[in-house]
């Protein structure tokens, strides 16, 4: 191979590369919705909503070690030697303070390898924003934007509003 076509190479794969990078760091701290997974095929409850989950779609709050939050639960994944998890904390922390019925959950991710394989957290922090029963609505990886995060907990207590007022509905007839 010529000099020129070496260098042509180089050139191709350090620009493929920092396509590649810039593409997961657009990614990184931005929530993405969780899209419902049908229930196992054997369950007949007529209970079951249309947004039932698998299991692993599903946090506990004896798997949490905490109690679910009335409606809506922040999980933050975290490790000793991870650099974003203070600001994180401190921000899933201020949210949860601020709004009536949020709760407020960190995971040493190190200690907790049943939990952290089993949701498939990758990297840390991870932010997980459950409903009120423990179903997982959205999911970060890396340190969020507080924009985003109000944004994907606002989602989670807006539906948690409509279904309590389906509750309602439904009482009445």
Same mark, same amino acid.
């Given at each position: 191979?010529s000099v020129i076509g070496g260098?042509? *190479?180089?050139?191709?794969? #350090?620009v @493929?590369a ?5 593409? &997961?760091?657009l990614?990184?701290?931005r +929530?993405?919705?969780?899209?419902p ?7 007949t409850?007529?209970?079951d909503?249309?947004r ?5 779609a599903v *946090?506990?709050?004896a798997? #949490?070690? @905490?109690?679910?939050?009335e409606?809506a639960? &922040?999980?933050?994944f975290?490790?000793? +030697?991870c650099?974003y ?5 401190e921000?899933l922390?201020?949210v949860?303070?601020?709004r009536?019925g949020v709760?407020?959950?960190e995971?040493d991710?190190?200690?907790r ?18 409903d009120s029963?423990?179903?997982i609505?959205?999911?970060s990886?890396?340190q969020?934007?507080?924009?985003d995060?109000?944004a994907?907990v606002g ?6 509003g409509?279904?309590q007022?389906?509750?309602g509905?439904?009482g009445?007839g």
């Open positions: 191979m260098f042509i *190479v180089l050139v191709v794969v #350090l @493929a920092s396509a590649a990078g810039f593409g &997961l760091r990614r990184q701290g +929530f993405h919705e969780q899209k997974k049908p229930a196992p095929s054997g369950r409850d007529p209970a909503s249309p039932s989950t698998a299991p692993d *946090v506990t709050a798997e #949490l070690g @905490a109690p679910l939050g409606r639960t &922040l999980v933050q975290s490790t000793e +030697f650099t998890c203070g600001p994180t904390r921000l922390a201020e949860a303070r601020d009536d709760a407020f959950v995971i991710a190190a200690r390898m049943d939990l952290t394989r089993r949701l498939r957290v990758m990297s840390t922090p991870t932010v997980l924003v459950l029963a423990g179903v609505e959205r999911r990886s890396g969020p934007r507080k924009p995060l109000l994907a989602s989670v207590l807006d539906r948690a409509l279904d007022a389906d509750l509905r439904a009445e």
